[in-house]
């Protein structure tokens, strides 16, 4: 059965730091690409960043390139996002996304963890 688990939302300042972590189980993920995507109330789901399981390349959102940092630990099957000067309207759920390089395949989501930056 694959999992995503994503772990570290929480409350924290204006200003202040989080790192979220997306374990992933149940297959290998060679294939895929994970994403980080938020979700606030009454707005659309935005991707933020993804990163190759295969050869780590990135890419960003404009909305938060130079502030957060996603990586991988391949030995950890764990995704990270490293997310820096936070912001009020960085306030939305969390969720981590295992995308199919093949479109035949199915993609995985996992729950969600709420990020809540108060100014």
């Known amino acids: 059965q694959v999992q995503l688990v994503e772990s570290g939302g929480g409350l924290v300042q204006a200003g202040g730091a989080l790192r979220l972590s997306c374990a992933a189980s149940?297959?290998?993920?060679?294939?895929?690409?994970m994403g980080w995507f938020r979700q606030a109330p009454g707005k659309e789901r935005e991707c933020l960043a993804v990163?190759?399981?295969?050869?780590?390349?990135?890419h960003y959102a404009d909305s938060v390139k130079g502030r957060f940092t996603i990586s991988r630990d391949n030995a950890k099957n764990t995704v990270y996002l490293q997310m820096n000067s936070l912001k009020p309207e960085d306030t939305a759920v969390y969720y981590c996304?295992?995308?199919?390089?093949?479109?035949?395949?199915?993609?995985?989501w996992g729950q969600g963890t709420q990020v809540t930056v108060s100014s």
């Open positions: 990163i190759s399981w295969s050869d780590g390349r990135t």
């Open positions: 149940g297959r290998t993920f060679s294939d895929y690409a």
């Open positions: 996304e295992a995308e199919p390089y093949d479109i035949r395949r199915p993609d995985y």
